[in-house]
């Protein structure tokens, strides 16, 4: 039996709106056949699991149209020793309202993974409708509504992961 490929999805959650889509990204990946997912607050990291993944996806509640701090910071004393370059990236946020941030959170979440050496990816519209450009938001007063979504990106990306790192058939 092969080994599944591991994909580790990170996140910092205040409200558990975060939490909760990556829980949703996770139920995507594993049901993609040869990935397995797991998910891990950035203050709770397994560390191994983390280096053993192929692909890991970062999510940040938006505060001021940027990541939180605490990811920021995560970036900054963390990441560097988790063996991210050569891996596969992606990003998601929570908002508080449409235009909240989103968006410019996980551009910088990308860029910063870039800057350790990964690869930048979403599917952006190669995957068809609905077109995820740089990765998915979740409105948190509609978050429920999103969880399809976020649940679609996962499998996105643990095709995409298993495509590049040796899953026939993903």
């Known amino acids: 039996m092969t080994e599944k490929i591991k994909v580790a999805v990170?996140?910092?959650?205040?409200?558990?709106t975060t939490k909760r889509m990556a829980e949703a990204i996770v139920n995507g990946i594993n049901s993609i056949d040869?990935?397995?997912g797991k998910a891990f607050s950035i203050s709770e990291i397994n560390a191994e699991y983390?280096?053993?993944?192929?692909?890991?996806?970062?999510?940040?509640?938006?505060?001021?149209a940027s990541?939180?701090?605490?990811?920021?910071?995560?970036?900054?004393?963390?990441?560097?020793?988790l063996g991210l370059a050569g891996k596969i990236a992606g990003a998601f946020a929570?908002?508080?309202?449409?235009?909240?941030?989103?968006?410019?959170?996980?551009?910088?979440?990308?860029?910063?993974f870039m800057v350790y050496g990964c690869m930048a990816y979403s599917g952006g519209g190669s995957d068809g409708a609905p077109v995820i450009h740089l990765g998915p938001v979740a409105i948190k007063k509609d978050a429920d509504e999103y969880i399809s979504l976020f649940t679609l990106y996962g499998k996105r990306m643990a095709a995409k992961?298993?495509?590049?790192?040796?899953?026939?058939?993903?």
């Open 10 to 16: 990170l996140y910092h959650s205040v409200t558990g």
């Open 34 to 36: 040869g990935v397995e």
């Open 50 to 64: 983390v280096k053993e993944s192929r692909c890991v996806i970062l999510g940040t509640p938006s505060y001021y």
């Open 67 to 81: 990541m939180t701090g605490e990811v920021k910071m995560w970036f900054e004393k963390s990441a560097g020793r």
């Open 94 to 112: 929570t908002a508080d309202y449409i235009h909240g941030g989103g968006d410019i959170a996980m551009q910088s979440i990308l860029a910063h």
């Open 161 to 170: 992961t298993g495509e590049l790192f040796g899953q026939k058939g993903c």
